[in-house]
Structure formats: structure tokens, C-alpha cells
């Protein structure tokens, strides 16, 4: 350590960090900036600089008066929308996963391996092949169109990933204490409540992230299964950005682009690390 | 523990709504991939017609070859320079949350933000052409996105940038896993720092390379949004991957039964990576749980 | 405080059998251990008592009550675990009320019995804390009174003592010693250790492939086992093993030639293969002795010495009181004390008395 050789590849090495950590900040920092340009500045200026005017008024726009579809209603419907559709998808899923989780590992019974894997492979399924028949099904439910039919989508498939993360934590919860549980006379409801759920705060924040982060992201569904009414946010941003009609206002699509990022963004940043062992509990199986 | 009633009465609607809402469906619609159906389903058997139309049109073809080039860039350039990362961030460098932090942001994010950043970012109108060249660069050319040949690169660069992070996490995590006795072992007889690398602690990230690529080999199959934000499959038919495809044929083009023979085959391609991948897995977890 | 009676407790595991046959009966205020190496099935034994496993066949009675098919809870038995199970969530005092509010002991009840566990094992300081603030010695304290809160017929401990480090284990030991003795609870104790089951069982069940090999009190469990298993395992250092040759009902004779009187006459018929057993203990150092052989190795301990000498292409172990002064490689020669020398079966392992 400390020799000149090694100082020179420690310049480098952080030479290197710092180049692509800018990469990596540059597409957010461009809509950053320029969601708070005018338009002129966009089209006749760097994308890159810093607003020679700062203005609000992209944000604004984006926000309020901004054309989603056929009307200048702006993105906060659609915010709301989505957010309408991610409570009760995340808080629903995340639920039935703790108790599915509960369930699987607790309590001996036929067929457990058979269910749970069932429930891992469906993690994985392309959702363009439920696509159709679940189209159907929520015609068919009147659901159709509806925040409620997204809801009951995104809990469907959503099950697979919560009771995963569930049972993964579970199946390492000490054994014992689960029988000591019993012994002491803790029944089915008692072992989990009292038990069980108040020591799996890391395991319920893990996955409520996870469920946020994805639901919040969500596109296909959306497009699939909403209509002008009902979008989702990501839905409404991409009407915004790709309708081809009228002058394109880059710094109108910035704004909007930096408000259906915001919420997940903050989850990020107060929470990193627990997103971060979602992303390995999603991609370590078993 | 002695299994009463309960916990089946409990876990009995989750199994339903999976058994129907994932399973039925898988079996409906590829069922419908043998029928006729065209705006709405209908149950007529057809054969296999289906899929000889399908192999026989041309932006199914596109589709198809589009998704070897985009799996084959994805997967390798995330890999590649997710493990360079991972080695950087590994050399018990400064700060080293927030360069985390920082490589792993885009996964928080959706596709479509940031296929909306990328979008203008690659315009030549305003982007990276248009500003590199206000800064002095006047020969500067980057027009790829509105290329039909290059379109293509354009969705691979905005989903490295998305996903590398995940795999650098991933890499990091086995890199860390490596027993430091081992390491100090290696030390001791003389390894240097490369040697070290290359010869003790690459070979041991085996399961992270598996798991790495099923997960991104699975996104590259799935890949929809993206391309949808950033160039709606254009330009042209252009950036169409499969995906797009199946959107296309079945909602827009009320061809139902061929929609449904392509996203058949879009769950056959991720069966063949993930199936293996679990079963391994799981006999694993069943051998030491 | 009751008598617990096992009929023929039997536990399989598809075709492995964990437990056969298994059938004992603990007296009122007793302290069984029950001993085995890992696999032996002394922790299923366990279980099945405290309701958290069925037996396959067989049944349990607690003070004459069949409990063989009751649940857990609904047994009056508490048991300490090797983790200590104490609920991370709870404070101590929240973790002993626990069985105690599952049972629906009113609280003011509750509050007054944690304070009573507490002062019988001086936690009372400890009683806010969550388990994550205390040393391994005071969660195993908190376990125990959990247990104790209860105030259950049965108490049972699965090797309580195994996390904790030797010097706190040696004073745990006493602890339980004396809160038996103070409270006369009928216990049931599952140990690997030895030296546990000596110091703390009245009766000890030497357990091996799910069948108790002996069923005695420490002393005779010593002194006069059953089978080579039970003598290898209680006892350090380890028995001595010979090979040997009957000569005739009172007298065997070694590999080497040498001939021993055994002192009284035994089950044997000249020119019976033979395995001899004689603790380290009962050789000592002697110039009558009629083995002889060469010092390998001494091993001081400071209260005594373990030396270890090579006679005749056998070696053997002696336990010798104070300081000794052999080195490697002396001469030795070594008497047994009379009516010490236990004789087996080498194919069967049984004792032949």
C-alpha cells in the first residue's frame, strides 16, 4: 500500500466512479434542468446547461393543464389514479404474502411444495399471456376500465412475489420460538399476530417497497386494462409524451416525466437498502 | 405443527386465484393461439395455422431478430460492466453508498420515465447531438434513435443503464460472499490482486452469473415499456420486439389468435430459462432446508 | 408437580425409525436427563412430551391423565430452550407474562408472579429490558422463568446450557440444580454433556438410535453399565478398552499374554473373545502391578495427571491424583484395583456380568 503505482490506479479507479456516476445521473439531472426551462431555451440551447430562466411553469403545465388524451386535465388525475390504484394493490398483497408465507412454512400439508412452486413460476410468466383472458374476466366483473380492476391485477399478480419474500423470511424464523409460542398456548391467530408479524418489520418493508416501486411503475396493465378515466400515472405520461399532435413541449414532458418519478424516488432515497434486499430476495430464490 | 382447517381455508383463495387467474389463463390462451379468433375469441379449432402465419410474417420476423440483438447486448453489456462495477465499488473505495446509490437509482424508476429521458437525450433535434454540438463539437453526429438500422442500440443503452446496477448489486453481494480467509490464503502464496480476482473469487460467483442472466434473459423476453416510451417500436417497425408485437396484433390489429401464438411463444422462451433455473434451485433449497 | 408415564413411544419418519419402543416413568419431583450423542433421538423424545410431535404409536400420561393426543398448550408443561426462545418484540417482563396471559391470568395475577419468578432469579433490573440487551446468561435466566411462571407440572429443559460459555455454564448448572431442589418440579432434561447428566440427573436415560440403552441413577449408570456404549460415553477420560481371551470364569488374558484375575466368577467359558473395560481411575502405578509397559504421553491437569502408556501394543489411560513425575518413554508398570475390571461382548457390545 501506499506506493506510487498504487496511488496512480487509486486516481484512476476514482477517476472512473466519478465519470460514470455522472453517466449515470446525467438522464435525470437533463430532466431535472430542463423541466425548469422554457421551451425556446430547450430548442435553441444545450440540453445540458443550467436554466438561463428559471421557470416553474413546465411543472405547472404538466400538472394541471397539460393535454392527457382528448382533455387539458394535466397529470394530477392520473397521480391520484395511481395512487388510488397502489394502496390498496400494495397494502392487500403484502398481506395475503404474510399470510401465505405464515401458512407455507408453519404448517405441514400435502401439496405445499406444489402450490409454492406454482406461485414462484408465476413470478416470472410474460403478462402478455393473461392478457386476453383477463380482459375478459374483468369485462365480465365490471371492472373493466376501472382503478378496482387494476387493484385486483396487480394483487393477482402480485401474490407470487409477496408470498415469496413471506416465506423465504419465515422458513429462517427460529424454530423455536414458534414452539415456545405453542407451548405457552398461542394459537393460530395468536402465533401470528403476536408472534410472528411483530418481528418481521424487515421483511413487511422489504416488501411493501417492492410492491410500491413495481405497481407505481407499472405500464403494461395500465395500457392494457384502463381507459382516459382510470389511467394510471405511467399510462397518462406516455399519452403526453408520444400524442403527436401540437408542438412537442420537451420541458412540459421533463416535469411530467420528474412527477411519476417522485414517489418512487423518494422511496429510494429514504430507503435504499431495503429496496435493495428486495431486488435479492426477487432474484435469490428459494 | 398439526394441521387443522384453517390454514388450507386461508391459503385456499390464493391458490385459487393462481391456479385460475395464472394457470387457466396460460391454458386459454394458448388455447386460443389454435383458434380463429380474431377481435373477440372464439373457440373454433384452426391447427396450427396460426403459428405458420405467424413464422411467416415478416414484423414477426423483425420482432424475433430485434430480440436476439437486444437480449444478446443486454445481457452481455449489463453483465460485463455490471461486474466492473461491482469490482470498482469492491476496492474499499470512499463513499461507497452513494456510488451504490447511484449505479442503482434507474431500477427505482419506470421504464417509461426514463424511456422518456433517454428519448430526448438521444434526439438529435435537442439532445446529446444538438447540445455537444452548441458546446463546440460542431462534427458531433449521434442520430441513431431516428435510424431504422441503429433504433435498436438506442433501447439496449437505456436498459444497461436501467438494469446494470441490479446486476452490479448481484455481483457485489457473491463478491462479498467470498470467504476473506480465502482471499488472505490466495495473499499469502503470492497472488496478486488480478490473480486474485481472476482465479479465486470470479470462479466462485458461479450462482450470481446464473442468477444474473435468468433474471435479465427473463426482462429482455418481457421488455414492453421501454421501447414503448422511448421509441414506440419505431422508427417504422423498426424497434419491435416481441412484446410489441403481441400489444399489436391482438388490440390494434384484431388479429386475437396470432397475438396469442406470440405470446405462447414468448412463454415458452422464458420457460426454457427459468424452468431449469428453479427446478436447480429448489432441489437445492429441498436438499439443505 | 406429577408423574409422567411413556408406553411404548414409538416415532418413525417414513421408514426411518427416530424412537422405538421407548417406555419410562418419572417420579414425582424427579430430574431425568437423558443423554445421547446427536441423532440419538433425545430431542424428538422431547418434543413428543411437550405436544409439539406426535408419537407414531405409544402413548403419554401425565399424573395418570392420557395426554397423547393433546395439543401443546393445553399440556401443563413448560420447557426451556437451547435459544431461549425469548420473543424479540417483548420485554422481559411481557415475555414471562406471556403463557400466563395465553392462559387468561388476569393481570394483576400476572404482574404479581412475574415479580415472583423475578425475585427467585434475581432479574428484577432486567424486567423493562428486550431480550437484544442481555448477556446470554440473563436471557437463559429470563427462559427459565418464563418456565417457572407458569407454575407448570413438567418442567423441560432442551440443552439449556450449550450457548453459554464453560464458566457460566458450570454456575447455570448449579442454578438449576438448586431451583429443582427449591421447587420439586418433575423435569426432564435434554443434554449431549456428560458431565450435566452426572451432576444433575437422579436418574439418567442413556439414549442411542431411539432406544434407551440403560435407565439408572448416575452412579450405577458409572459404575456398572449395561453395555460398551454407556460405559464409552459416561466417563472422562474415556474407559480403557482391552482385548482379551476368557482363561476361565475368574481370569481373562490380555493380547499381550498377560493374565488378570477378575476377582469373582463371570458368564464366560474359556477361550471367549472379549472386550475388557476398566476406567482410568482403577490403574495406578505400581511396581507389583503385573502389566507393564512403556509412558507415552503425560497430561497434567494440575488436580491430577492423565498418563497414557503403551503395554504390549494396547494402549491404556491412567488417572492419576497430584503431580506424577514420569516423562515419554519410562518404563511403567501398572495394577488394577480389584473388582474394577468390566467385561463385554465384542460383537453385541452387552456387558457380561
Redesign the interface.
Known amino acids: 500500500m501506499g506506493s506510487g503505482a498504487d496511488k496512480v490506479s487509486r486516481v484512476a479507479l476514482y477517476g472512473i466512479l466519478i465519470f460514470l456516476g455522472l453517466l449515470f445521473v446525467l438522464p435525470i439531472y437533463v430532466m431535472g434542468v430542463n423541466s425548469l426551462k422554457p421551451l425556446d431555451e430547450i430548442r435553441g440551447g444545450n440540453l445540458m446547461a443550467l436554466p438561463m430562466e428559471w421557470t416553474l411553469e413546465p411543472w405547472a403545465t404538466a400538472w394541471s393543464t397539460a393535454q392527457i388524451g382528448v382533455q387539458p386535465t394535466g397529470l394530477k388525475p392520473y397521480f391520484l389514479n395511481s395512487f388510488l390504484l397502489v394502496v390498496p394493490a400494495v397494502l392487500i398483497s403484502t398481506a395475503i404474502g404474510a399470510i401465505n408465507g405464515y401458512i407455507l412454512t408453519q404448517f405441514k400439508m400435502r401439496g405445499a411444495n406444489i402450490v409454492f412452486a406454482m406461485l414462484l413460476f408465476s413470478v416470472f410468466i410474460p403478462f402478455q399471456i393473461v392478457l386476453i383472458p383477463m380482459a375478459r374476466t374483468l369485462g365480465m366483473l365490471g371492472l373493466a376500465g376501472t382503478v378496482s380492476g387494476l387493484v385486483f391485477v396487480n394483487v393477482v399478480y402480485g401474490i407470487g412475489f409477496t408470498t415469496l419474500f413471506f416465506r423465504n423470511y419465515y422458513a429462517a424464523f427460529p424454530g423455536e420460538l414458534v414452539r415456545s409460542a405453542r407451548m405457552d398456548g398461542a394459537g393460530f391467530f395468536r402465533l401470528f399476530w403476536r408472534i410472528l408479524l411483530p418481528n418481521s418489520a424487515p421483511i413487511v418493508v422489504v416488501t411493501i417497497i417492492w410492491q410500491f416501486t413495481n405497481i407505481w411503475n407499472e405500464f403494461l396493465f395500465g395500457a392494457s386494462f384502463s381507459d382516459y378515466k382510470s389511467f394510471p400515472l405511467t399510462v397518462a405520461l406516455n399519452n403526453l409524451v408520444n400524442s403527436s399532435t401540437g408542438v412537442k413541449e420537451y420541458n412540459v414532458h421533463f416535469a411530467g416525466a420528474f412527477i411519476a418519478a417522485i414517489p418512487t424516488l423518494v422511496v429510494y432515497v429514504l430507503s435504499g437498502k431495503y429496496f435493495v434486499r428486495g431486488l435479492m430476495a426477487g432474484s435469490v430464490k428459494g | 405443527m398439526r394441521t387443522g382447517i384453517l390454514p388450507k381455508l386461508l391459503l385456499a383463495p390464493s391458490v385459487l386465484l393462481v391456479v385460475a387467474c395464472v394457470y387457466g389463463y396460460i391454458a386459454f390462451t394458448i388455447y386460443l393461439s389454435f383458434t380463429t379468433s380474431t377481435l373477440m375469441p372464439n373457440l373454433e379449432w384452426l391447427g396450427t395455422d396460426n403459428y405458420t402465419r405467424l413464422f411467416d410474417l415478416e414484423n414477426w420476423k423483425v420482432s424475433l431478430r430485434n430480440l436476439w440483438v437486444f437480449a444478446g447486448l443486454f445481457i452481455g453489456g449489463s453483465m460485463a460492466l455490471g461486474l466492473i462495477l461491482a469490482v470498482m465499488v469492491d476496492q474499499r473505495i470512499r463513499a461507497e453508498g452513494a456510488f451504490r446509490s447511484i449505479f442503482l437509482y434507474p431500477m427505482a424508476l419506470s421504464f417509461i420515465v426514463t424511456g422518456t429521458a433517454w428519448k430526448w437525450l438521444m434526439d438529435p433535434g435537442i439532445g446529446l447531438e444538438h447540445s455537444l454540438r452548441e458546446m463546440g463539437w460542431e462534427s458531433f453526429t449521434f442520430g441513431w434513435v431516428k435510424s431504422g438500422e441503429m433504433a435498436i442500440y438506442c433501447v439496449v443503452i437505456a436498459a444497461v443503464w436501467q438494469t446494470v446496477g441490479f446486476v452490479m448489486a448481484l455481483f457485489l453481494a457473491g463478491l462479498r460472499g467470498v470467504d476473506a480467509e480465502v482471499v488472505s490464503a490466495a495473499r499469502v502464496d503470492g497472488a496478486n490482486t488480478w490473480q486474485i480476482y481472476w482465479r479465486v473469487i470470479f470462479p466462485q460467483l458461479g450462482p450470481a452469473v446464473v442468477s444474473a442472466f435468468v433474471i435479465l434473459a427473463h426482462m429482455a423476453i418481457k421488455s414492453y415499456d421501454l421501447v414503448i416510451a422511448l421509441t414506440n417500436g419505431g422508427p417504422g417497425r423498426s424497434t419491435w420486439l416481441p412484446s410489441v408485437f403481441m400489444y399489436q396484433y391482438t388490440f390494434t390489429r384484431n388479429e386475437m389468435a396470432v397475438g396469442a401464438a406470440s405470446a405462447t411463444l414468448m412463454l415458452a422462451g422464458i420457460a426454457i430459462v427459468v424452468l431449469p433455473y428453479l427446478v436447480s434451485e429448489y432441489r437445492n433449497v429441498a436438499r439443505h432446508g | 408437580m406429577a408423574t409422567l408415564e411413556l408406553r411404548n413411544v414409538s416415532k418413525s419418519f417414513g421408514a426411518t425409525k427416530v424412537l422405538q419402543e421407548i417406555s419410562l416413568t418419572l417420579a414425582d419431583g424427579e430430574f431425568l436427563v437423558l443423554v445421547g450423542p446427536s441423532g440419538c433421538g433425545k430431542s424428538t423424545l422431547m ?1 413428543i412430551v ?3 410431535e ?1 408419537p407414531t404409536n405409544g402413548s403419554l400420561a401425565l399424573e395418570g391423565k392420557d395426554i397423547t393426543r393433546l ?3 393445553q399440556r401443563n ?3 426451556v ?5 425469548l ?4 420485554t422481559v417482563s411481557e415475555n414471562i407474562a ?2 400466563l396471559e ?2 387468561k391470568v388476569a393481570k394483576g395475577e400476572r404482574d404479581k408472579r412475574v415479580a415472583e419468578v423475578a425475585a427467585l432469579l434475581q432479574i428484577e433490573h432486567l424486567l423493562g429490558r428486550k431480550p437484544k440487551q442481555l448477556s446470554g446468561g440473563q436471557r437463559q435466566r429470563v427462559a427459565i422463568g ?1 418456565a417457572l411462571a ?1 407454575e407448570p407440572q413438567l418442567f423441560l429443559f432442551d440443552e439449556p446450557l450449550s450457548n453459554l460459555d464453560a464458566k457460566l455454564r458450570v454456575d447455570m448448572r448449579a442454578e438449576i440444580k438448586r431451583l429443582h431442589q427449591r421447587t420439586g418440579v418433575t423435569t426432564i432434561y435434554v443434554t449431549h454433556d456428560q458431565v450435566e447428566a452426572m451432576t444433575l440427573g437422579s436418574r439418567i436415560a442413556v439414549l442411542k438410535g431411539g432406544v434407551i440403552q440403560q435407565l439408572a441413577t448416575p452412579l450405577d449408570l458409572y459404575t456398572d453399565p449395561a453395555n460398551l456404549f454407556v460405559a464409552e460415553f459416561i466417563g472422562s477420560p474415556s474407559i480403557n478398552q482391552l482385548e482379551a481371551t476368557a482363561v476361565s470364569a475368574d481370569r481373562v488374558r490380555l493380547a499381550s499374554g498377560t493374565e488378570l484375575p477378575l476377582g469373582r466368577p463371570h458368564a464366560i467359558e474359556a477361550g471367549r473373545k472379549l472386550v475388557l473395560g476398566v476406567r482410568p481411575e482403577h490403574l495406578r502405578e505400581d511396581a507389583a502391578g503385573s502389566l507393564s509397559g512403556r509412558v507415552t504421553i503425560v497430561e497434567p491437569t494440575g488436580a491430577e495427571a492423565y498418563v497414557k502408556a503403551d503395554i504390549g501394543g494396547a494402549e491404556v489411560c491412567l488417572r492419576i491424583p497430584g503431580r506424577v513425575a514420569m516423562k515419554p518413554d519410562d518404563p511403567i508398570r501398572i495394577a488394577h484395583s480389584p473388582g474394577s475390571l468390566l467385561l463385554f461382548d465384542p460383537e453385541s457390545g452387552m456387558r457380561i456380568r
Open positions: 418434543n411437550a405436544g409439539l406426535e395439543a401443546p398448550a408443561i413448560a420447557m430452550f437451547q435459544s431461549y426462545a420473543y424479540p418484540n417483548m406471556f403463557p395465553m392462559r418464563r407458569r
